[in-house]
């Protein structure tokens, strides 16, 4: 099974600040990274798929690197909707495993 | 509007069965790949299983000999029959769309989630 480590667990932030999440899996996944945000009671929405391709309808200050075992998301100019958690996933192979989440909170 | 509606939630006793159902509007479900994704309130979300459009299935050590998987094509649907449930199944169950990129591509439609809750 792929370990996905996420860090921050959470973080607290300011409007219009940078944030960047970092993702670290326990073995080359090579671009198969995807990252994922679930606002409170709702269920989770792609936000990047493949570590850096954009997906239609997601702001373009999301936006995510990395390849083989490191990926970052990072989100430029944070904006007070972007309140909630973020979770990196990886379809490398099966089972399918997420990271345990960050939690960004604005300040 | 290409959604998915999961059902079938509810209060179990240990041991006890459920059978969850995810309706799909606006798409064709058995094009897709689809899983079963849990998430216990305030943590992180887990892979339950999945069935690909061959139909063959796939689950996560925790639930395998346990929950089955299926499909219905007429009724454009998708279902998780639970078995010998235990507490560590309490969760909120979300039905989830793959895309069709890729070997195995990422969730691009998620339901809004069904809770179950396992407890005497």
């Known amino acids: 099974e792929i370990v996905l480590t996420q860090s921050p667990d959470f973080q607290s932030v300011t409007p219009k600040e940078k944030v960047t999440i970092t993702c670290r899996a326990s073995q080359n996944i090579g671009s198969t990274l995807h990252w994922y945000q679930q606002k409170p009671d709702q269920s989770p929405k792609i936000l990047i798929k493949y570590a850096s391709q954009s997906v239609s309808g997601v702001p373009s200050r999301f936006s995510g690197s990395g390849s083989g075992t490191d990926f970052t998301l990072t989100i430029n100019s944070l904006e007070a909707e972007d309140a909630a958690a973020y979770f990196c996933q990886q379809s490398s192979s099966l089972p399918l495993t997420f990271g345990a989440g960050t939690k960004v909170e604005i300040q | 509007e290409v959604q998915l509606v999961e059902s079938g939630g509810g209060l179990v006793q240990p041991g006890g069965s459920l059978r969850l159902s995810c309706v799909g509007s606006?798409?064709?479900?058995?094009?897709?790949?689809m899983h079963w994704v849990r998430q216990v309130t305030g943590k992180g979300l887990e892979w339950v299983s999945s069935?690909?459009?061959?139909?063959?299935?796939y689950y996560s050590d925790s639930v395998r000999g346990r929950f089955t998987s299926s499909r219905d094509s007429v009724k454009n649907s998708f279902y998780l029959q639970m078995y010998s449930l235990t507490a560590g199944d309490t969760a909120v169950y979300y039905c989830?769309?793959?895309?069709?990129?890729?070997?195995?591509?990422?969730?691009?439609?998620w339901g809004q989630g069904t809770t179950v809750t396992v407890s005497s």
């Open positions: 069935i690909d459009t061959a139909g063959n299935t």
């Open positions: 606006g798409f064709i479900l058995s094009s897709h790949d």
């Open positions: 989830a769309r793959e895309g069709t990129g890729g070997h195995i591509d990422p969730f691009d439609i």
